[in-house]
């Protein structure tokens, strides 16, 4: 069912003044930065290995990063299991009593099928199930 951990969201105010810590200090490499509009998010993603960090900027003060920044400060936001068949994943997960932010995946960064559990029905953790196709995303 779920395959391997995608990536770690960490909420932060700004990727200029975060990117150096992951880069220099870390020296981490820097896959990819991209805007998703469907979340107003401005993203950075960091090789850990096969994982990755995904740095999630708000761009707009009404996105869900920004008010979880106002709420709680930056920090880990999101762990992104990785799956196949994400229509299918969801069903099941629903079946089983956890609560779906999205019944029905959206599209996100790296042009990967997403679809958030509230984190109400997890242990209050925020997960998200992705799916990306082959040649897709942030390698």
Avoid: W
């Amino acid at each position: 069912m779920i395959n391997k951990v995608d990536h770690i969201g960490v909420a932060v105010k700004s990727l200029e003044q975060s990117l150096p810590f992951y880069t220099d200090v870390l020296q981490l490499e820097l896959a990819g930065v991209e805007n998703v509009e469907s979340q107003k998010v401005r993203v950075a993603f960091i090789k850990v290995g096969e994982t990755k960090i995904e740095l999630l900027e708000p761009t707009d003060q009404e996105s869900p990063v920004a008010k979880f920044i106002e709420k709680r400060g930056e920090g880990i936001h999101h762990v992104a299991l990785g799956v196949e068949s994400i229509e299918d994943r969801i069903k099941e997960i629903s079946e089983k009593g956890i609560f779906m932010i999205h019944d029905t995946p959206k599209t996100g960064a790296g042009n990967a099928l997403v679809a958030f559990m509230h984190p109400k029905s997890t242990g209050s953790v925020l997960f998200e199930l992705c799916e990306k196709k082959e040649g897709e995303g942030h390698e």
